[in-house]
Structure formats: structure tokens, C-alpha cells
């Protein structure tokens, strides 16, 4: 505590606190490692979906450890290493989707929107039942994250993360559709963007 106010478990305990910076250094890393196995072609078309899509990171990565100092009255003081480690095996295990989608996909994912000659429709796997199980996994990764920051207003930075891929994922689609034609409109049809049968 400080004046008398909790803080939050990474900002009062230094294990705490080592464990979460090592976690964000690994996602940093893998998220990097994407971007150098899956560079960008020469014609992206993000149009104005990249700079959304960096406030929606920014709101969860960012926002979410602040909010959780700043307002010290939701901070979860029962049970707050239950929160920490259980968000972080959920925020594990969503890195761990997005991971196997990005490898699934091959060579045709790259952080930027656009398709490539000879692109093919990829249905197998997680993209048997959802289009974007990498946005899947980076929504459930973040949830995880803001769940170890041991307070209960995190996780709304989530939604704005979620508005953020609403905004995108049209957009991709559109391109994607342009790009692939018939196959990936028929893709369409039998696959939901991020939640099997649901969304």
C-alpha cells in the first residue's frame, strides 16, 4: 500500500513484478520474432486500420498497468496471486494460439494487411473454425494479461482492443476478398471471424 492505498500486486511485490516484466520481455520477443519470419510484401493496404489497431495495444499494454496504479479503490486485494498467475497462464495460453495461427497460416501472415500472388485459402486447423484465430489469441493473451494486474478495472481495456480488431477485420476481408475471390468467399460463409459459431 501507499498512503494507505493498495496497489497492485506487480507494483508491491518485486516477484511479482520480475515475473510480469519477464512475461511482457517473452511476448515482446515472440511478437518480434514474427515480424522477422513474416516480413511485410511491398503493397500493404492497413488504410487506416494500423493506427487503430496500435491504440487498441497500447489501451490493453499500456493503459491496463496504469489504470490499475491509478486507481487504487478496484485493486484486488483477496486472493491477488491467484488473479496474477492464473492471468498469466491464460495470457500463455493465448500467445500460444496466436503462434500456432501465424505458423499455420505460413508464409501468407504478415502484421499487415495484403495478399500476395498465388495465395492460397488456408481452412485447416484453427482456421477450420475461425478467420482470425491470431486475433483470437491476442484477445485472449490480453485478457490474460490485465487479469494479473490484480485489478478489476483492466480488463475493460480489453474492449477497446476488441473495438479496435472490430474495425480491422472488415477491413482485411475486404482485401482479403479482393485478393483471394470465390474460395475465401466461401470460406466466409462457413467460418466465424474470431469465436467458433459464435462471432
Given at each position: 500500500?501507499?498512503?494507505?492505498?493498495?496497489?497492485?500486486?506487480?507494483?508491491?511485490?518485486?516477484?511479482?513484478?520480475?515475473?510480469?516484466?519477464?512475461?511482457?520481455?517473452?511476448?515482446?520477443?515472440?511478437?518480434?520474432?514474427?515480424?522477422?519470419?513474416?516480413?511485410?510484401?511491398?503493397?500493404?493496404?492497413?488504410?487506416?486500420?494500423?493506427?487503430?489497431?496500435?491504440?487498441?495495444?497500447?489501451?490493453?499494454?499500456?493503459?491496463?498497468?496504469?489504470?490499475?496504479?491509478?486507481?487504487?479503490?478496484?485493486?484486488?486485494?483477496?486472493?491477488?496471486?491467484?488473479?496474477?498467475?492464473?492471468?498469466?497462464?491464460?495470457?500463455?495460453?493465448?500467445?500460444?494460439?496466436?503462434?500456432?495461427?501465424?505458423?499455420?497460416?505460413?508464409?501468407?501472415?504478415?502484421?499487415?494487411?495484403?495478399?500476395?500472388?498465388?495465395?492460397?485459402?488456408?481452412?485447416?486447423?484453427?482456421y477450420r473454425y475461425v478467420r482470425h484465430p491470431s486475433y483470437s489469441g491476442a484477445l485472449v493473451c490480453a485478457l490474460g494479461f490485465t487479469l494479473a494486474c490484480t485489478n478489476w478495472l483492466a480488463p475493460l481495456t480489453v474492449s477497446i482492443l476488441a473495438v479496435a480488431y472490430l474495425v480491422r477485420i472488415p477491413h482485411e476481408?475486404?482485401?482479403?476478398?479482393?485478393?483471394?475471390?470465390?474460395?475465401?468467399?466461401?470460406?466466409?460463409?462457413?467460418?466465424?471471424?474470431?469465436?467458433?459459431?459464435?462471432?
Open positions: 500500500m501507499t498512503d494507505g492505498q493498495p496497489l497492485p500486486l506487480f507494483a508491491s511485490n518485486p516477484v511479482a513484478a520480475v515475473i510480469l516484466v519477464v512475461a511482457v520481455v517473452a511476448f515482446l520477443v515472440s511478437e518480434f520474432r514474427i515480424g522477422r519470419t513474416h516480413p511485410d510484401g511491398a503493397h500493404p493496404n492497413d488504410a487506416w486500420t494500423g493506427p487503430v489497431l496500435g491504440v487498441g495495444l497500447a489501451a490493453v499494454y499500456v493503459g491496463g498497468p496504469a489504470v490499475s496504479v491509478l486507481v487504487p479503490a478496484t485493486v484486488l486485494t483477496t486472493g491477488a496471486w491467484w488473479y496474477f498467475v492464473g492471468g498469466l497462464a491464460i495470457a500463455v495460453a493465448g500467445q500460444a494460439m496466436r503462434l500456432r495461427a501465424v505458423h499455420e497460416l505460413g508464409a501468407s501472415f504478415t502484421f499487415r494487411v495484403q495478399t500476395v500472388p498465388g495465395q492460397a485459402v488456408v481452412d485447416t486447423g484453427l476481408e475486404r482485401v482479403l476478398l479482393a485478393g483471394l475471390g470465390e474460395p475465401y468467399r466461401q470460406y466466409m460463409r462457413r467460418t466465424r471471424r474470431i469465436v467458433p459459431f459464435v462471432l
